[in-house]
């Protein structure tokens, strides 16, 4: 289920997570009052405004530190893309150094890499999943940087400065891969939503004069929870959902070094 919400588009999960609880929980207050009188539920008001309290802090706690863990991750996941498409810039410059023939199957090696991640590897992330293709065009630079009739020639500094840089674009996909997969575990997800339904559901045993007050007060409080709830969903799978980072940084690598 958390696997549907995390992976759909923004207005899905605006529904999802936001709208249709706002509306049920306005409609909470309304079917309590039907069945408990106000002068009951007023008498509960001043030791239930200490457990709300309560159940309030340590929920918008859990929330917070939630919110925060995701929108890191969501930005290191953006760095880690910009860090591979800069390593692979710094290859296009360095393989000039290399002997003429081992140059141009690095630089097309290195391009079919490129491309693979755009059109095959990107979209098999948004499933949380590594592409295949994109694994051997990785490993066909490192066969066109080790091809043995040509380690003897070029500048080996320059060889060993773009096995660094290809280091280095390893590392960041295995990043890139492992962020796809989501950072919130799903028993997290379990308590984030319960918590919100419990704390939601705590306000219609409140007994106010005003019904409309109190029915707009609660859709009020379960906006705001829910909303911080909407950017916990769309920020934990950086690239898939609502809010999913872009391949234009290996894009825009691309089009500056086409042929």
Request: proline residues 5%.
């Amino acid at each position: 289920m958390m696997h549907f919400i995390t992976s759909s588009p923004l207005w899905v999960q605006t529904i999802l997570i936001l709208i249709l609880p706002t509306i049920a929980s306005m409609l909470g207050p309304l079917l309590v009052r039907r069945f408990v009188r106000l002068e009951k539920l007023a008498t509960n008001n001043e030791v239930a405004g200490f457990k709300f309290a309560t159940v309030g802090v340590l929920y918008a706690v859990l929330l917070a530190f939630s919110i925060v863990v995701v929108w890191e991750k969501f930005n290191d996941a953006e760095a880690t893309v910009q860090r591979e498409a800069a390593a692979a810039a710094t290859i296009y410059h360095l393989v000039p150094g290399l002997a003429p023939a081992q140059a141009k199957d690095a630089r097309d090696a290195l391009t079919t890499y490129l491309k693979s991640i755009v059109t095959d590897e990107w979209p098999a992330m948004e499933d949380g999943r590594a592409n295949q293709q994109t694994w051997k065009a990785l490993g066909a630079i490192y066969t066109a940087l080790l091809a043995t009739d040509a380690t003897a020639k070029g500048d080996p500094t320059v060889k060993a400065e773009i096995f660094n840089q290809l280091n280095l674009i390893t590392q960041a996909r295995r990043t890139r891969l492992l962020a796809a997969e989501g950072d919130v575990p799903g028993p997290v997800w379990f308590i984030l939503f319960g918590g919100a339904f419990l704390t939601v559901v705590f306000t219609f045993f409140f007994g106010t004069q005003n019904l409309r007050a109190q029915t707009l007060m609660t859709g009020l409080l379960t906006l705001l929870i829910f909303s911080e709830l909407l950017i916990a969903v769309a920020l934990d799978r950086p690239f898939t959902g609502g809010i999913k980072e872009s391949p234009d940084a290996i894009v825009r690598v691309l089009a500056d070094f086409a042929p």
